[in-house]
């Protein structure tokens, strides 16, 4: 019956990406899945698709009570693990629904607000199926939503920007901040633009956003460019977390770099993993 379980997978997979941002810890939760779906009395199943998902998710839920002081203890700022895809193949995800912004907006609900908007919001399950696999009722679960809505709708991207305009924007940064042209930087940036370094302690990086287009080329001014990481390193376009992005090959590293686009031609974020605990599965150059 492995067949039937990897059928599943890949939804046990997204799902479990989304709730705890990490690819790595997504295949973990699937292959968890499929153990415990191993050890089930089938013939009890009604729906294998519906007992997977609330296996996943119930799964995912454990993890992130488990890691709740870890996260707590992280040092700097807290990026999800990218999500790595190739340039010449179609897209697997929606890129709003994969993006940095939108799962950092997931980091700010609870774990039930999280599965039950994911669940219900994202992955089409009705509230019947929400709070069965919850365990909760269908009233708590509808209240849960409407909080983890309102929560989503203040911080996750407010414009929709297709994949052609996202490109333009992620190359043209990538030329100017390889031409150390600071002038075309700051033209390229939101006002409120948001730089985000994670590298977790792990290695160098920023222990704070750097806030609007002012700090942040400050910053890039500030270093001088002395180790400028679009110059010098090999750079290789790729998908990251949904929009055109960049790994770049450094002696220290790789650094993945993502872009979310935002209103009126300029970039609403930039997000870099330098963490190499997170960039484990970025293969060499």
Excluded at 13 to 25: K, P, S, T
Excluded at 76 to 90: F, K, Q, T, V, Y
Excluded at 105 to 119: D, I, N, Y
Excluded at 156 to 169: C, I, T, Y
Aim: glycine share 8%; charged share 30%.
């Amino acid at each position: 019956m492995s067949g039937d379980f990897e059928a599943h997978r890949p939804r046990l997979v997204r799902l479990a990406y989304r709730m705890l941002g990490g690819v790595a810890e997504a295949e973990d939760v699937a292959q968890d899945a499929w153990l415990r779906w191993q050890g089930a009395d089938r013939v009890q199943v009604a729906d294998p698709a519906a007992w997977l998902v609330r296996t996943a998710t119930r799964l995912c839920l454990d993890r992130l009570r488990a890691a709740k002081t870890r996260r707590e203890a992280y040092r700097g700022p807290w990026l999800p693990e990218p999500l790595i895809e190739d340039l010449a193949e179609d897209p697997l995800e929606r890129a709003e629904e994969v993006s940095v912004a939108f799962l950092l907006a997931l980091e700010r609900l609870s774990p039930l607000e999280r599965a039950v908007f994911l669940l219900h919001d994202v992955f089409d399950a009705d509230f019947s199926a929400v709070a069965e696999t919850l365990g909760r009722s269908e009233a708590a679960c509808r209240q849960l939503a409407v909080r983890a809505r309102d929560h989503v709708r203040d911080t996750r991207p407010r414009f929709s920007v297709g994949q052609e305009e996202a490109a333009r924007l992620a190359l043209a940064f990538m030329a100017a901040a390889r031409d150390n042209d600071l002038e075309g930087l700051r033209n390229l940036l939101a006002e409120d633009a948001v730089l985000i370094t994670d590298g977790g302690g792990k290695r160098s990086a920023a222990l704070r956003p750097m806030v609007g287009r002012d700090d942040i080329l400050a910053l890039f001014q500030g270093l001088r460019w002395r180790s400028n990481w679009l110059a010098t390193p090999s750079v290789r376009l790729v998908r990251v977390n949904g929009y055109l992005g960049a790994i770049l090959d450094t002696e220290g590293g790789p650094i993945t770099v993502a872009f979310q686009p935002g209103d009126g031609g300029r970039l609403a974020a930039i997000y870099m993993v330098v963490n190499p605990e997170k960039l484990g599965r970025v293969a060499p150059a």
